[in-house]
T-cell receptor, first 116, second 109 residues
């Protein structure tokens, strides 16, 4: 159990368009979901933490108007990259945990975003 | 702010040889440490966490607060251990993870 589905796995878009990435917990209720960004040969950088029904908490340096996060239900969180530019091209990964306290995070397979 | 350091980008060992993947952390409070693993073409998954004090797939890791380390060890490497290994830290009581840059383990025959 504890499967996290992330969709799409890859997206190519034109500069200036918006892209939505979905993260779903398939067999458990995810109290907390996380969004990470991974640059080539770099570590995962936490972008934001979202709890169901409340506003996401963004890490320092992450533009909340650029990266819109919605966590409307206990099984779905979305990340929308608004007005994407080439510098937003990256690998985005979501994870979900069952509880609020320190808990295991279950990861999605990631989304490769390429902005032309 | 917390930091996790994995000094080796790549570690290559022969099958049957001992493995040690290094992880050092910087955090003033009481941390919780994890090792996550990513096998080829698979997603990141938890390997072990220090509070569990268990051995997973022959791997163990001991939290050394004096040396601020959480090295991952296995006495005899297997080919299927080849993967990317990430050390991660959660600040005391919190659920946000700070990841190291990862170490690619390659087990050669």
């Amino acid at each position: 159990g504890a499967v996290v589905s992330q969709h799409p796995s890859r997206v190519i878009c034109k500069s200036g368009t918006s892209v939505k990435i979905e993260c779903r917990s398939l067999d458990f209720q995810a109290t907390t979901m996380f969004w990470y960004r991974q640059f080539p040969k770099k570590s995962l950088m936490l972008m934001a933490t979202s709890n169901e029904g409340s506003k996401a908490t963004y890490e320092q340096g992450v533009e909340k108007d650029k990266f819109l996060i919605n966590h409307a239900s206990l099984t779905l969180s979305t990340l929308t990259v608004t007005s994407a530019h080439p510098e937003d091209s990256s690998f985005y990964i979501c994870s979900a945990s069952k509880g609020l306290a320190t808990d295991i995070q279950y990861f999605g397979a990631g989304t490769r975003l390429s902005v032309l | 702010a917390q930091r996790v350091t994995q000094p080796e980008k790549l570690l290559s060992v022969f099958k049957g040889a001992p493995v040690e993947l290094k992880c050092n952390y910087s955090y003033s409070g009481s941390p919780e440490l994890f090792w996550y693993v990513q096998y080829s073409r698979q997603r990141l998954q938890l390997l072990l966490r220090h509070i569990s004090r268990e051995s997973i797939k022959g791997f163990t890791a001991d939290l050394n607060k004096g040396e601020t380390s959480f090295h991952l060890k296995k006495p005899f490497a297997q080919e299927e251990d080849s993967a990317m290994y990430y050390c991660a830290l959660a600040a005391g009581g919190g659920n946000k993870l700070t990841f190291g840059t990862g170490t690619q383990l390659k087990v050669e025959l």
